[in-house]
């Protein structure tokens, strides 16, 4: 499975982005694709999750109510809509997958950056 995350970029508090993560190398029937992030200094979080199959959507409390993940079957594709965004969604955004399966995220892309002005 290969995965390419893009979509980062700067933007003021209060704004929105969506980021994108492609998605190529296998069938995805059986994966749950997930988006994590990471600051500097600080270790990577879990920032959201979705099962390919059914769409079942999973939340870190902070992002809860202002972003949104979402798979396209067309395009293989996961995005991940961010609005209200804070100074603290400040990171370096990351797409991962892993088998239903398995209990470690074991694909993982190149990171995109977001910055949130305040």
């Known amino acids: 499975v290969q995965l390419q995350a893009s979509g980062g970029g700067l933007v003021q508090t209060g704004g929105s982005l969506r980021l994108s993560c492609a998605v190529s190398?296998?069938?995805?029937?059986?994966?749950?694709m997930g988006w994590f992030r990471q600051a500097p200094g600080k270790a990577r979080e879990f920032v959201a999750a979705?099962?390919?199959?059914?769409?079942?959507?999973y939340y870190a409390d902070s992002v809860k109510g202002r972003f949104t993940i979402s798979r396209d079957n067309a395009k293989n594709t996961v995005p991940l809509q961010m609005s209200s965004l804070k100074p603290e969604d400040t990171s370096v955004y990351y797409c991962?997958?892993?088998?239903?399966?398995?209990?470690?995220?074991?694909?993982w892309g190149q990171g995109t950056q977001v910055t949130v002005s305040s």
């Open positions: 991962a997958a892993r088998s239903t399966a398995a209990s470690d995220w074991h694909y």
């Open positions: 979705i099962i390919w199959s059914d769409g079942r959507t």
């Open positions: 190398g296998s069938t995805f029937s059986s994966y749950i």
